[in-house]
């Protein structure tokens, strides 16, 4: 079945160490995003790609970064420069690349804990 | 840049209808519904773009107001399945990209 994988569904880290979230695709999508969601904050876009080999920064994306070497994946690292990185993340692709109007495909989400 | 929604919450009783805003200060090229269950994904519900044309489940309605860069999610004779947080996203005119942006969320809870 075609859809969006994200590992680990939940994950603990010390402060100070850098964790790297994934997010895999089989639906042959051209746009990738990640999205950080917090209570009462809605669906804040860290950073996104239309192509592969190239991402944008969306509202909130120091202390993160990204790469898209492939078509199918996009991960996304939470750095020690993240001064709040305990949230609940979300990783969404969509067809038809370049200024899309397609749907948003979700993952399951992966919940990050610092310590 | 972030659209707001209104209300942020509602309290329903099954067989209610309910209308649920989304408003941006900037021109709009198309506006995204989604819904999201307590600890679950987001799940698709519509596209609305500029010019008329909608894609969406035939269950659910929606507006757009080019000139006001509002849309309204109206949700009639709700049902218990219902009940989750809606969320709008937009993508500005004038970007002409991918970039997506939500509003914080509308919590919607039917009664029995």
């Known amino acids: 079945d075609g859809g969006i994988t994200q590992s680990p569904k939940y994950l603990f880290r010390k402060e100070g160490q850098n964790v790297t979230l994934s997010c895999e695709q089989n639906l042959n999508h051209d746009a990738m995003y990640w999205y950080r969601q917090d209570p009462g904050q809605g669906l804040r876009l860290i950073y996104y790609?239309?192509?592969?080999?190239?991402?944008q920064k969306g509202d909130i994306a120091e202390g993160y970064s990204v790469s898209r070497e492939k078509k199918e994946s996009f991960p996304l690292t939470v750095t020690s420069a993240q001064k709040n990185p305990t949230a609940f993340y979300l990783c969404?692709?969509?067809?038809?690349?370049?200024?899309?109007?397609?749907?948003?495909?979700f993952g399951e989400g992966s919940r990050l804990t610092v310590l | 840049q972030q659209p707001v929604q209104s209300p942020q919450a509602v309290i329903l009783r099954e067989g209610e209808d309910a209308v649920i805003n989304c408003s941006s200060s900037k021109a709009l090229y198309s506006v995204h519904w989604y819904r999201q269950k307590h600890g679950e994904a987001p799940v698709f519900l519509m596209i609305?773009?500029?010019?008329?044309e909608q894609k969406g489940h035939e269950k659910i309605s929606a507006s757009f107001n080019e000139k006001k860069q509002q849309s309204s999610l109206y949700l009639t004779a709700s049902q218990l399945s219902y009940s989750g947080t809606y969320f709008c996203?937009?993508?500005?005119?004038?970007?002409?990209?991918?970039?997506?942006?939500f509003g914080k969320g509308t919590r919607l809870h039917i009664l029995p």
């Open positions: 996203g937009t993508q500005l005119l004038l970007n002409r990209d991918d970039k997506i942006i």
């Open positions: 969404a692709s969509s067809s038809q690349g370049a200024f899309n109007t397609g749907e948003l495909f």
């Open positions: 609305l773009l500029k010019g008329g």
């Open positions: 790609s239309q192509i592969v080999n190239d991402f």
